[in-house]
T-cell receptor, first 114, second 110 residues
Framework: EAGVAQSPRYKIIEKRQSVAFWCNPISGHATLYWYQQILGQGPKLLIQFQNNGVVDDSQLPKDRFSAERLKGVDSTLKIQPAKLEDSAVYLC????????????FGPGTRLTVL | RKEVEQDPGPFNVPEGATVAFNCTYSNSASQSFFWYRQDCRKEPKLLMSVYSSGNEDGRFTAQLNRASQYISLLIRDSKLSDSATYLCAVNEGGGFKTIFGAGTRLFVKA
């Protein structure tokens, strides 16, 4: 079974530029998550989708971050404009059952904002 | 108080040792609990899920204490390959978000 796919794996941009990340979850997984993980910290949930609806986006900085999950499968996360403090690893995860929430993570995108 | 707190670590143990990590959570309504392992510059990987009082998988045992609101992870007969960061995660159930702790670093030395 293929795992969660993410691209790109690495991205370096300058502040105020925009960037987009892509995620393809495990086939059949209805729930998709985007996390931000800053060095030395645990993953912080940015947004959670159930199929193509948003379940939780309370910690998403909506003035600069946006995410969508069209057709309930792939998802994109965008940052515009980026700030220095957005430098982090952006992890996508999926789960089959939102009730128990066993999540499987993709390899992440390491973003550096200069 | 943080929603999910873990022992700060790092834990430095010799091969063959038994080591235990604790994780406390603040929301008494939390329903499911997880331990993830994260290697350096890699993604977290699910190690164990805990839904009732505990779970055991080989050298790894997780226990849940709802009264005191903590879960623990016990690793017996530590191997060099167990060196990693162990993340505790807590979910309130019903599709609510999962909150991760900051992780505990373990170094197992020969």
């Amino acid at each position: 079974e293929a795992g969660v796919a993410q691209s790109p794996r690495y991205k370096i941009i300058e502040k105020r530029q925009s960037v987009a990340f892509w995620c393809n979850p495990i086939s059949g997984h209805a729930t998709l998550y985007w996390y931000q993980q800053i060095l030395g910290q645990g993953p912080k949930l940015l947004i959670q989708f159930q199929n193509n609806g948003v379940v939780d986006d309370s910690q998403l900085p909506k003035d600069r971050f946006s995410a969508e999950r069209l057709k309930g499968v792939d998802s994109t996360l965008k940052i515009q404009p980026a700030k220095l403090e957005d430098s982090a690893v952006y992890l996508c995860a999926s789960s089959a059952d939102s009730r128990y929430n066993e999540q499987f993570f993709g390899p992440g995108t390491r973003l550096t904002v200069l | 108080r943080k929603e999910v707190e873990q022992d700060p670590g790092p834990f430095n143990v010799p091969e063959g040792a038994t080591v235990a990590f604790n994780c406390t959570y603040s929301n008494s309504a939390s329903q499911s609990f997880f331990w993830y392992r994260q290697d350096c510059r890699k993604e977290p990987k699910l190690l164990m899920s805990v839904y009732s009082s505990g779970n055991e998988d080989g050298r790894f045992t997780a226990q849940l204490n709802r009264a005191s609101q903590y879960i623990s992870l016990l690793i017996r007969d530590s191997k060099l390959s167990d060196s990693a960061t162990y993340l505790c995660a807590v979910n309130e159930g019903g599709g609510f978000k999962t909150i991760f702790g900051a992780g505990t670093r373990l170094f197992v030395k020969a």
